[in-house]
């Protein structure tokens, strides 16, 4: 395998990693915030952080990646808000299953919408990594007899929204900088978080839940948290991303998607006190395996090298 596409991995294994501690700062600041002030304000640093670069690269704006990047913030607002709204109206773990989609589809979406394919050594890492990571979600709950799992229909149809749209705002973004004129990450970052803050604005204000008060008197723990979310996971994770799957293509970001399930079960147990039980190690494993095989499965050459040798 080259040198370049193993770094383009190791570039999604990081993001994997800074986005696998999201879920539990998120948590940590819901104590104080309500999740829409929440989204205001993680988006609103990220679209600060990143407006100094969107000047920089100002003039290599084109109406086409403008547009795919005004497609990828909206495409990402309505993944954000389903997510929170199919949490609130429904367990975790509910949520977990249906979240194990969200990397078939976009393996799916990519096949339909670019040039990307799957080959044989791939699609098995990659089928490999789904079943890691319904053993590390759905084993538990079968082990503690929980055989019979409660139906949340409009936490699916939230979560559901979530599972097709993350993927094509993931795909937008690609193609913001992909066009003749590519328009940096960043630059795609402050368009897609601008249009998520505001989105996020304007709802908080026409239902009432923005909130600002709970916000001057938190914890500077939960203002930590909000930061971290907005940077590391806003930026800096959305950013790597973004450019290891326009590299490794689907099937590896697929199976680094669930080995950040994985990662993100693991904080859950050192930092939550949380249990893991041995099915779940053993689904970590697989996981692990699965990444691997894709990763080997890499072809020398990948067909974007030559389209983004000077990324």
Known sequence: ??????????YGLIAVCLGALNAPVIKHASSSINPVTINFLRFSVSALVTFPFFLYFFKKLTPKNITYSLLSGFTLFFATMGFVNGVNLSTASYVALLLLLSPVTLVFFSIKMTNDKVDRKRFAGFSLAILGAILVVAGPIFLAGNTSIDFYPKATLFIGLTVI???LAVIFAKKAN??????PITSIIFI?????AILSLATGLLTNKIDFTSVSESEISVLTAIAYSG???????????VISYEHVGSAVNGGLVYLGLFITLLVSVLVLDESLSLV????GVIILLGVAITEHGLPKIHRFNYHHRHH
Do not use: H
């Open 1 to 10: 395998m080259k040198k370049t596409n193993k770094k383009y991995f190791w």
């Open 280 to 283: 779940a190690l053993v689904g």
């Open 178 to 183: 992909e066009s003749r004129k590519k328009l």
């Open 165 to 167: 749209t993350y993927p």
């Open 192 to 196: 897609q978080t601008s249009v998520i």
């Open 231 to 241: 940077i590391m996971v806003g930026v800096l994770d959305r950013s790597l991303n």
